[in-house]
């Protein structure tokens, strides 16, 4: 890949998944902080491109909805991410209800309200 592009920094895999899934080189990849950093970016051609996570892509999309744009292509890399202690006796209670939620639609109406 011959192209540079930016991610948000704070994502703990992106730069990871950029590398060793899309290719990318390490050297054409940076990081920034804020979404005003990824506006300057993308206008003074320092990027040709960056890559989110969902949330902060609606919030830069919705921040600069007339200037940038998003592919229609996305990238599904997974989904949720919890971390209990061994033996944690309400963990099948909190499948239930993430499954539940997200079957359900809640999850997705809960996105749409707050992102």
């Known amino acids: 890949m011959n192209a540079t592009v930016g991610y948000c920094k704070g ?3 992106l730069k990871s998944y950029m590398i060793s899934a899309l290719g990318f080189p390490e050297t054409k990849i940076n990081k920034y902080n804020s979404t005003y950093a990824y506006a ?10 960056i890559f989110l996570e969902v949330p902060p892509a609606k919030v830069f999309l919705a921040q600069y909805c007339k ?3 998003k592919t229609e292509k996305t990238f599904k ?3 949720f991410g919890f971390a209990f202690k061994k033996n944690f006796s309400m963990l099948p209670d909190i499948n239930k209800a993430i499954m539940s939620i997200t079957e359900n639609g809640t999850l997705l109406d809960l996105e749409n309200q707050y992102i």
């Open 11 to 13: 994502s703990l895999f």
């Open 40 to 49: 300057e970016a993308l206008n003074n051609k320092t990027i040709a491109g």
């Open 67 to 69: 200037s940038f744009t």
């Open 77 to 79: 890399v997974g989904g």
